[in-house]
């Protein structure tokens, strides 16, 4: 399983590797936007196969960034990881903000899976050539406010900001509030963001600017590079000063943008005020933020089917069956090899209607089926279909109580189940294993399954016909 660290401001130079050479020109794939929207995404981290690994928690559902390599990073044994720590807590994966160059390959890679592409929330990217030449008649607009600034703001300079010019900077966040117009919560919350960001400038992660004024800043801007794209967290001006928002971004551009090609501006929230500026500045492109919800193929049935072979029926679990079910999950000595001990795992009381209860819940959340394998109307024993890798593959096991073992029961409502499971339900594959001292399951899976490998614990076994 998965171990996440929650963001901090010390942990912003530790993603910053991972940061400054990704490509994928989104503004969730920064160390600013982690940590200056934390109260939203609830972000942790690990790195796993070289590649950073992000855990968000947004309105209570947990949902992962697309992996993010280093130098050596392996995106797919990092996809494997979130797959196999999600499949231990029971939580179907879903994968937020991935960009669109990486949707192919999770549509390939997932087949039952649930995308979402939200237009209100996609980033606004220019070419760094267009917002710091402001060229053609398309651009004019702004050409003339920069125009209209100049003449009235002779001597009016942009200057880079470090920590050094904290005198400054609290100045200009003094006046900025002073004409500040928006009282809203989220507004107010925001700028309470942009200002603590401005007190992490000497880490080295941010490139900070503002525009200076006989000795006052006008306006202030910070932003992060990552790739060739140089992403701004924040810009803020003083409204009373005509100009200074265009001239501001031409001269930001200038500036810092000579090692980038592309400067995202950001989501605008949803703020009409917001999309009606930055679509002014004609972004090239608006970057899509897809969504994969990931599922698997017991997504599409709605109740557990009756399966029939010559001598047992396969169906779902009955109160009748409790006190037979009870028995054989607290069998010990029959349980030896199943492979799993509810103690490990006990949530609340242990109650005669515990496993049933564990059974259907897993059934509901479409996890697992649990078939009750019956004889002449008599339950007997369990196949259970379970342990989805979320890309077309499930495990079986199969367990009979010990006063009808060793009459063939457990390999026939194997093969019924596994049947079902490749040409109703759909899978790719199904998997199974047995511990090494197993020697009848071993000559079960032998005669069902081909063999695919071993460890000092189990034998691996896959049929996918």
């Not at 599409?300 to 009748?320: H, K, M, Q, S, V």
Request: aromatic content about 14%.
């Amino acid at each position: 399983m998965l171990h996440f660290t929650p963001i901090t401001p010390a942990d912003m130079p530790l993603l910053r590797p991972y940061y400054e050479k990704c490509a994928y020109r989104l503004c969730e794939y920064s160390a600013g936007v982690k940590y200056m929207w934390r109260h939203v995404l609830h972000s942790e981290y690990t790195v796993v196969a070289g590649c950073l690994i992000i855990r968000n928690t947004i309105h209570g559902s947990v949902q992962f960034d697309f992996p993010v390599p280093g130098p050596e990073g392996d995106v797919e044994a990092a996809l494997s990881a979130i797959e196999d720590h999600c499949r231990e807590l029971g939580q179907r994966p879903i994968f937020a903000f991935v960009p669109e160059t990486e949707g192919c390959r999770m549509a390939m890679r997932y087949p039952k899976v649930s995308l979402t592409n939200e237009w209100s929330w996609r980033d606004y990217i220019y070419m760094v050539e267009d917002l710091s030449r402001f060229e053609g008649r398309r651009y004019s607009g702004q050409r003339n406010h920069i125009n209209k600034f100049r003449k009235h703001h002779q001597g009016a300079e942009f200057i880079p900001l470090t920590a050094d010019d904290r005198e400054l900077i609290e100045q200009f966040w003094r006046d900025y509030e002073a004409e500040f117009g928006k009282t809203g919560e989220g507004a107010q919350r925001e700028l309470q963001l942009a200002k603590e960001l401005f007190t992490y400038l000497d880490m080295g992660i941010f490139r900070a600017g503002g525009i200076l004024w006989e000795g006052k800043l006008l306006s202030i801007a910070l932003a992060e590079k990552c790739g060739v794209t140089l992403v701004c967290h924040i810009e803020k001006a003083l409204y009373s000063h005509a100009g200074v928002y265009p001239t501001m971004v031409q001269l930001f551009a200038r500036y810092y943008g000579g090692d980038c090609v592309w400067i995202n501006r950001e989501d605008d929230g949803q703020d009409k005020g917001l999309r009606t500026s930055k679509m002014q500045y004609l972004p090239i492109e608006r970057a899509g933020k897809l969504r994969f919800a990931v599922g698997n193929e017991l997504d599409a049935i709605d109740e557990i089917p009756t399966l029939t072979t010559a001598r047992l029926t396969l169906r779902g679990f009955t109160d009748e069956d409790k006190a037979a079910y009870n028995a054989l999950c607290l069998d010990d000595e029959r349980n030896r090899y199943w492979g799993y001990d509810y103690r490990k795992d006990l949530q609340g009381e242990l109650t005669e209607d515990y496993f049933l209860h564990v059974a259907r819940a897993d059934f509901d959340r479409r996890l697992a089926v649990n078939f009750a394998i019956c004889l002449d109307g008599k339950w007997i024993g369990e196949a259970v279909l379970y342990n989805g890798d979320w890309r077309g593959g499930m495990e079986l096991g199969c367990r009979i109580a010990p006063e009808y073992a060793g009459s063939g029961y457990g390999t026939e409502a194997f093969a019924a189940v596994a049947e079902w499971g490749l040409y109703q339900l759909g899978l790719a594959k199904i998997v199974a294993k047995c511990y090494r001292q197993n020697e009848a399951s071993y000559r079960m899976l032998s005669s069902t399954m081909r063999k695919t490998g071993e460890d000092q614990q189990f034998f691996y076994f896959e049929k996918l016909i």
